[in-house]
Structure formats: C-alpha cells, structure tokens
C-alpha cells in the first residue's frame, strides 16, 4: 500500500507543551491556530475492525477533508454538488485511477462540532478487507496521509472537544470487557471525572486568592480565611480525592475482574457454594473430608461485573503430601484475593459457635487473622440446619455477614449481591462515588495531590506563613490538572495516544 507522507511532520512536543498549562477553555481557543498551522494536513484511516464484515467505514479528518471526499466519491443523484453537512449520499467510491470501487455512502460533518473539531468526512462500503484498504489507499493518494495511533483523539484533546480523562474513556470503552466497565467507560467519556477533578481544582483556587490575601495585604482591613476555616475545605477535598482514589480499584475490577476466593474449613460447603453461584455443578461434591485437593476456579457474571470464583482446600492439618500441597496453594490463594469469602459450617458451629465470643472454628480463625486489608465477607452456610438467633455471630463484629444453604440454594442470589456490592466498594464513609472510576494514571495524579495536600495542612496546623504553604497549594492544584492533561507533558501524552487504535 502506498502512504503519502506529509511535508512536515507534527510537532506534537511542541503543541502539548504550549498548552498543557492553560485552562480547558483556553485550549480550544488559543491551541486552534497553532493546530492548524502545525496540522494542516488531513489524515485518514479505517474506523472499523480488521476482517470482513458487512460495513467498513474510512473515515478522515482535517482542512483538507471535503477536498479528498470530493476527489473521490461520485454521488448517484444529480442534485448533490456540495455534500449536504450530516446528511449520508450514496454513490460511487472511486480509485486514484477514477475506477469505480464500490458503491457506498459518504457523509461529510464540517468543524468544529465534530470528535476532532476538525473537518471529518467518512465513506461507509461494503466491509471486505480488500475493499476497504482500497478505499483507504484511495484517499492517501488523493491527498491524506496515513494517521497514527490514536491521533483523531489527540487532535480532539488539542483542539479541546474533550480533556485527557474523556480521550482515555475512548480507548477504555473500546476494550471494555463487561458492562460494569463499559458504565464507568461511559461516565468518564460524559466527562464525570473531569468535571468532579475540576470542581476540586476550583476549590483549591479559591484557597490560594484567600491566601494571596493575607499574603499581599497583612496590614489592611481585608479579610482572609482563618487556619481553622482552611483546614476545613482542606479535609472536604480531601475526602472527595480519598474516594476518587477507591474508585480506581473499582476500576481495575471492571476492567481486569476480580478474584473471589472460597476459604474455609473443610467441608464447610465451598464447592457446593462455588455451584450454587455457578448454576452448575462444578466442583465435585461429597461427604468425605479433603475431597478438594487443590483449587478450581470458574468465571461467572456478578450482574455485569466479571468475577473469577476460586474454590480452595479445606484448611487443616493434613498429613497426606497430595493434601498438605492443596493447603498451601490455598493460603496463597488467600493472599491474592480481591475478595475473601470466609465459608463457616453452620450446622457444625451451632447455636453455641454463634453465640461465642472467640471463634471456635481454627481454619475461620487463620483465614481472619490473615486476610489484612483484604475485602472479607463471611458466610454462614448450611441456614436450614442451624439459623441461631445470635447472627451474625459475636466474635465476626463489623465484618459484613450473610446466611446461606448452597445445598438448598436458600439466600443465594443475595449473596451474589452482596459479593458485587462488597468488590465495588459501597458502605463506607469513603466508599467511591458512583461512576468515578480513575484508571492508573488518574490515581498516580491522584494521589500526588493528596500527599501534597496532607503535608499543606500540617503545615496549616504548625503556624507556616502562607506564603510557604501556597507552594504545596500550587503543586496539589497541578496533579489535579494532570487527570485532565491541564499540565500533563508530551511525554506522557504520547505514551497516552500510542497505545489506541489507529482508527480511534
């Protein structure tokens, strides 16, 4: 395939530097002459996946983009001379050559109330591979070149039809892989998280013109904010950044799905849990003590949430090689767990076991005491033998609790509810807020500017001039601005974009 090269190559370092430390508004304002002069070219590529499909879609973007589509595209009616903007024409796609290649539709959607904010143009053909590179290789001769990975979504964050974080959201929408994550895609891609990042940044300013107050007039009559007052918005944006940071492992859950590992005694009921969950019987099931000898693990759907179910060895001390080998893997399964489900043997534990102030059961005991910072929710199974009256059991505490019968399949679904609320982190003071879900680097920014504001209010607290703390004020308000790419470098950028679709 031929590619034609542009002149001049973008100076994207030189683009993303320029703006990075400009407001979003000025962006799409003061970025959009130095875009088109560096960017005066008009790039091209297919939109749709590789393989043959029913439609495959070509799609270009710059000055230059109603130029090429009319080089290369005959519409059928007689009427159409300029391309209607919105409107889809049918016609006839042609090669360098004038050759017809397909019969198909075009649109043509002038800027800037595009996804570039540029000029965009896309032909819709028949989906064979061949038949689309053709296309393609038709419009890079016909005056476009070629476009990089991810550059119609660089090109809509330079030209700021969306902030870094919503440029992410595109990528991450395409590689959803369930529709928990697809939700908090969207949410981003709406630009939730910006906007929420934004309204923080906002409070920090008006931190910074009380403490420029203070600063710049000590001796008039002007009132400033109090030490106490500050350390007052201080702890209020401290807490929204403390919940954006829970979302982020909401996020890596959504995307990645999480690990939910059955612990417990043995025959305590986790096989049979693990099939009750699964609608199926997977794991074996009997009455003999050790049947499960190493773990097995399952995918199942939590309700649009992707989960993979471990089934563990019972924990004891076993004195068979095969079965010591089981233990072991299920302490280490234990250990790297998103969610520890602690299965008890209610009938075994009885109204006594309940109604204990220490847990009498040693496996439920080695599993608490090693679970550390691990979700942990602990199930009560085999209810239709013995439902006590004391419930949850005294020795569990806070820990959240639920009763179940896998064998009867009594108070399943509401366990599986319960699983999906536990591992999207609801029920706590700094529970995330619903549908703000940063990825790694967002958290990374994230948690920049929490150090920073942490050290500014004990630097609060200590009686430091203003003048001081309104250093850690200025830093905090920049990692802030890196979720958005306010003051994100090329560098970064770059890594950004490199990893989307050429098409995207």
């Known amino acids: 395939m031929l590619v034609t090269l542009p002149e001049k190559q973008p100076d994207w370092a030189q683009i993303s530097g320029n703006a990075r430390w400009r407001g979003r ?7 959009d002459t130095a875009v088109q002069t560096e960017r005066g070219d008009t790039i091209a590529a297919i939109a749709t996946p590789p393989g043959a499909g029913g439609i495959g879609i070509v799609r270009l973007s710059g000055p230059r983009a109603k130029e090429v589509l009319a080089r290369m595209f005959l519409p059928l009616s007689a009427q159409v001379e300029n391309f209607h903007p919105w409107l889809l024409h049918r016609g006839r796609v042609l090669d360098w050559n004038g050759e017809a290649l397909d019969d198909a539709l075009a649109v043509f959607m002038p800027g800037p109330r595009t996804f570039t904010g540029e000029d965009v143009a896309e032909i819709h053909s028949h989906g064979g591979p061949f038949l689309v590179q053709a296309v393609l290789e038709s419009a890079l001769r016909h005056g476009a070149r070629q476009a990089e990975r991810g550059e119609f979504s660089r090109r809509a964050f330079v030209n700021g039809r969306m902030d870094l974080s919503q440029a992410e959201a595109v990528a991450e929408l395409i590689a959803a892989p369930s529709r928990e994550a697809l939700r908090y895609g969207l949410n981003r891609l709406e630009g939730v998280l910006g906007r929420r990042t934004a309204e923080l940044r906002e409070e920090l300013e008006m931190l910074r013109a009380q403490m420029c107050l203070a600063v710049d007039f000590p001796d ?42 059955l612990a417990g005694a043995v025959n305590a009921g986790k096989s049979s849990l693990l099939n009750a969950l699964l609608g199926r019987e997977r794991a074996l099931v009997t009455d003999i003590p050790g049947t499960t000898r190493d ?173 001081c703390c309104a250093v850690r004020l200025d830093m905090a308000a920049a990692h802030l601005g890196e979720v958005t790419g306010l003051s994100s470098p090329a560098e970064v950028l770059n890594s950004i974009f490199a990893q989307f679709c050429i098409g995207k």
């Open 220 to 261: 008039e009559e002007v009132e400033g904010m109090e030490p106490a007052a500050l350390c007052e918005v201080l702890d209020r944006v401290m807490l929204a950044v403390r919940r954006l940071l829970a979302g982020s492992r909401r996020a890596q859950i959504v995307q990645q799905g999480a690990v939910v590992v």
């Open 25 to 31: 508004a000025n962006i799409g304002q003061d970025m």
């Open 295 to 467: 773990f097995l693990e399952e995918i199942c759907n939590l309700d649009g949430l992707p989960v993979r179910l471990t089934d563990t060895a019972g924990l004891r001390q076993a004195e068979e090689t095969v079965e010591q080998l089981g233990v072991t893997r299920s302490r280490e399964k234990v250990s790297q767990a998103d969610l520890v489900v602690l299965v008890l043997d209610g009938g075994l534990l009885g109204e006594e076991g309940a109604a204990a102030e220490v847990c009498p059961d040693p496996a439920a005991r080695e599993v608490l005491d090693s679970v550390g910072d691990t979700p942990l929710l602990v199930v009560w199974n085999k209810c239709d033998i013995c439902m006590p009256k004391v419930f949850p059991p005294r020795w569990i505490g806070a820990r959240t609790c639920c009763a179940v019968s896998a064998l009867s399949d009594t108070y399943v679904e509401e366990l599986a509810t319960m699983l999906r609320s536990v591992l999207l982190g609801g029920g706590s003071d700094t529970a995330p807020e619903d549908g703000l879900a940063p990825n790694a680097r967002q958290s990374m920014a994230l948690e920049k500017a929490l150090k920073e504001l942490e050290g500014l209010r004990a630097d609060v607290v200590a009686g430091q001039p203003y003048d």
